[in-house]
């Protein structure tokens, strides 16, 4: 009974939220809509001429700054999608935080397989007004994963300024967002693209399919049974072959091959990692050489 | 086997055996529960582990020149070996069936199954299973890798810089650590090392047991009885893709935490003076750590600092030092880190859940679409008004201290999330008076205060020390947050835990470092 009565509250949640959904998207439609527009300006200054209640007033203002809202939303959005690399301003709920809470956010979209991740923020701030005036930013909170190498970026391209007891050359150097912005979303979009690669090598080896596995495994010695990525940054790949032989492959930044090592039973196998290989330069083209071999 | 004993560097094999009746042994085994103990009987009966636990078996009586051997189990013996593993595996499975004692496993592994010895990597896999059934058993403090720079002078005289310009990640390889740590660590002391994959995060546990002998041999382990003992275990945990380490602190030893290591410049060889035995081989361990991990082929060196964070909760530091989103975005901007896993709680119109496709925007449209609680990106709604009705003030004002409780912890801080800090020390360093310095606590907190005065500017600077203490700190406080009692608007940032620092002092307001948080 009491399970009929939980299934049937789940239903009406799922059920409500679906609505909500559908709801939002024809508000944000019939608002955006182009008559809906004309009615809302044609309307403002009409209003001085017909006498109205408070009420619909109300109403007026409340519908045009919901479309003005829409409207910035929607800009952002586009934004969003082409820049991928967008600016906004937040606030810090801290207190005493530095500069009035004033946060200066980078917001870093990223696709991969044809969809927008979650984007990565990277949040600054001013520390350095209070003290000595200087309009510097400082990397206060950010969501990248620890294999980017943030604090390196932000020492290089956005130094602090130097202490005010000794005038060294340190404090000299110019902040360039625009530069750490840009280093910043490369090493993401590199490292997603090198997670990329990694998917698409392992389907194109058919590895984690079981489907040829039962009558496969005595002819194919060659099979490829793993690759997985070895290191936090994926730059360097484990391959694992049917037959118990192990590879390294070392990727660069772009996913260019800087070196690959197979040992097999007695030390190292090159021919395998030509096999491989076959004059690759990049992790793409081995895709696409597997991808090949397999049809 | 050999009979002499000749002082090696090799570390200690998995293979040697450790008689039963040893105190240690016992010890490790008998903390386990009774299906615990069941379970890693088990897996020490797995193929893959078989050869290096090999149980007491019919066919290989008499096999093993033990001293163990002169006593005659054959007959009236109460636990007759079996014949082969697969009918130990059977038993066992039997045993796991059907109630019993613990005693009673115990009994049959200690005198009946490997009554010739138990392997140190059976007592590894024992131990481990004790950190798993007792996740809070082990203190953590996690230390984070960072490079340094090349040495410049060729006598290598100078002490090595921070590179904090270098863009490479350390990385991490197992079995090359292993070797280079054996090699550099501790000479005349034994060590065997065990790793093991967490079994729910994403972690790698290297177990170290230490053994003050120069001897590999069994009857060095025997002699030894007195330095054989628990506190010789070291664990050292690698979250997966993140440069961080976490080492266990030494339980046996009383350590008061050094009030603020993160003060401190970062010291690349963090030898202090060593107060007991177990702390000096946690520190010669600390030392030999950074060139185990350093990579002298690639003329690459790197170093261990502390990052102020030291917990019993594996969880909390996956989550603050780990490979995720978290690591510098607690608290209420833990928003940002949020990966839009449907965590009930925050997960309607909170910031970016949305891609850029997605033009609705009806739950920040002021057009009753949406319900009353809202966060407008990045902070401009984190004081957000609900949506007012005629509720009562109290009513209400309990609502906004929900709603500000939000803003400020984000998804953190709940208690059931399994994610929490059990002792938070502050040293609180402003003026008196100085507008920012506030103490706020109570309830299950405890606050203690000592005085101390030392007048360098004009101010009264009083040393205020916070201590606070329980099972999930700042969830405490968002609860005290969320009832009232704490003004969630007024209250700093260090006590929502966004730092992700557990020891750490407060200057103007707010935590580590002069200028604000961050990197």
């Known amino acids: 009974m009491s399970s009929n009565l939980d299934d049937e509250i789940e239903d009406l949640q799922t059920k409500i939220s679906s609505l909500k959904k559908q709801l939002r998207i024809h508000t944000s439609t019939l608002i955006t809509a182009p008559s809906t527009r004309q009615l809302l300006t044609k309307d403002t200054p009409a209003s001085s001429s017909a006498p109205k209640t408070k009420h619909q007033q109300q109403q007026n203002s409340l519908l045009s700054d919901s479309a003005d809202q829409q409207e910035a939303h929607t800009q952002e959005c586009l934004y969003r999608a082409c820049a991928t690399l967008t600016t906004f301003r937040a606030r810090d709920p801290d207190p005493c935080a530095v500069d009035a809470g004033a946060i200066l956010g980078l917001r870093i979209e990223v696709i991969s397989r044809a969809r927008f991740l979650r984007p990565y923020y990277v949040l600054l701030n001013r520390p350095y007004l209070s003290a000595d005036g200087s309009r510097r930013l400082r990397v206060h909170r950010h969501t990248l994963p620890a294999c980017i190498p943030l604090a390196g970026l932000a020492a290089r391209y956005l130094p602090p300024p130097a202490p005010a007891t000794k005038e060294g050359s340190g404090g000299k150097k110019k902040q360039d967002l625009a530069r750490f912005a840009r280093a910043v979303r490369r090493d993401v979009v590199r490292y997603h693209n090198r997670l990329g690669v990694v998917a698409d090598l392992r389907k194109a080896a058919g590895v984690g399919r079981d489907t040829g596995a039962e009558f496969g495994e005595e002819e194919q010695p060659n099979r490829l049974v793993n690759i997985t990525a070895a290191d936090s940054e994926v730059k360097q790949l484990t391959i694992e072959w049917a037959d118990g032989r192990t590879g390294r492959l070392v990727m660069g930044n772009d996913g260019e091959i800087v070196k690959l090592v197979v040992l097999g039973e007695n030390g190292r196998d090159r021919e395998a990692a030509r096999g491989l290989l076959g004059g690759a330069a990049t992790a793409e083209d081995v895709v696409k050489r597997l991808a090949a071999a397999s049809v | ?519």
Do not use: C
């Open chain 2, 1 to 519: 086997m050999t009979r002499i004993s000749v002082p090696t560097t090799a570390r200690l094999p998995s293979t040697l055996r450790v008689d039963p009746t040893n105190p240690t042994a016992t010890k490790i085994l008998s903390r386990l529960s009774r299906s615990s103990l069941i379970s890693v009987a088990l897996d020490w009966l797995d193929e893959n582990n078989l050869p290096l636990a090999l149980p007491y078996l019919r066919e290989n009586r008499g096999g093993y020149e033990d001293e163990d051997e002169d006593e005659d189990h054959d007959t009236g013996d109460f636990h007759p070996p079996a014949r082969s593993p697969e009918a130990l595996r059977e038993l066992y499975t039997s045993l796991q069936a059907r109630k019993g004692s613990k005693r009673e496993v115990l009994d049959r592994i200690t005198e009946g199954d490997w009554r010739h010895g138990l392997t140190l990597y059976q007592l590894a896999m024992a131990d481990l299973q004790y950190l798993y059934d007792h996740p809070t058993s082990q203190k953590w403090s996690a230390y984070r890798i960072t490079p340094l720079k090349p040495p410049r002078d060729p006598d290598g005289e100078e002490p090595p810089e921070v590179d904090d310009k270098s863009l490479t990640i350390p990385r991490f390889h197992p079995s090359t650590f292993l070797r280079t740590l054996q090699s550099h660590v501790l000479p005349d002391v034994k060590a065997h090392y065990n790793f093991d994959t967490h079994k729910t995060l994403p972690l790698l546990i290297l177990r170290i047991f230490i053994l003050d002998s120069p001897y590999n041999t069994e009857h060095a382990l025997k002699t030894t009885t007195t330095t054989f003992n628990a506190s010789r275990t070291i664990y050292i945990a690698f979250p997966d893709a993140s440069p961080h380490l976490f080492l266990s602190k030494p339980t046996t030893t009383t350590t008061t935490p050094s009030l603020n290591p993160s003060l401190n410049p970062p010291n690349p060889n963090p030898n202090n003076t060593p107060l007991g035995e177990t702390k000096s081989l946690h520190h010669l361990l600390l030392a030999g750590l950074p060139q185990a991990l350093s990579n002298p082929l690639q003329r690459r060196r790197v170093t261990l600092q502390p990052t102020s964070l030291v917990t019993r909760n594996l969880a909390e530091l996956v989550a603050r030092r780990g490979g995720g989103r978290t690591n510098a975005a607690g608290g209420g901007w833990s928003v940002y880190a949020d990966e839009g896993g449907g965590d009930g709680k925050g997960g309607k119109g909170v910031v970016g859940r949305e891609t850029p496709l997605d033009l609705g925007l009806g739950a920040r449209l002021g057009l009753g679409v949406g319900d009353g609680e809202r966060e407008g990106e990045g902070g401009g709604g984190k004081r957000g008004v609900g949506g007012g009705g005629g509720e009562d003030v109290e009513e209400r004002a309990a609502k906004r201290a929900r709603l500000v409780a939000r803003a400020r912890f984000g998804g953190t801080g709940l208690v059931g999330d399994g994610k929490g800090v059990e002792r938070v020390d502050v040293v609180v360093e402003d003026a008196f008076l100085g507008g920012e310095a506030r103490r706020d606590g109570g309830g299950d907190d405890q606050v203690m205060e000592g005085n101390g005065e030392d007048g360098e500017d004009e101010e009264w600077r009083p040393r205020v020390k916070l201590t606070f203490h329980g099972s999930h700190v700042f969830a405490g406080i968002r609860q005290l947050v969320e009832s009232g009692i704490i003004d969630g608007e007024r209250m700093p940032g260090w006590m929502t835990g966004e730092e992700g620092v557990t020891v750490g002092a407060v200057r103007h307001g707010r935590i580590r470092g002069h200028k604000g948080s961050g990197l």
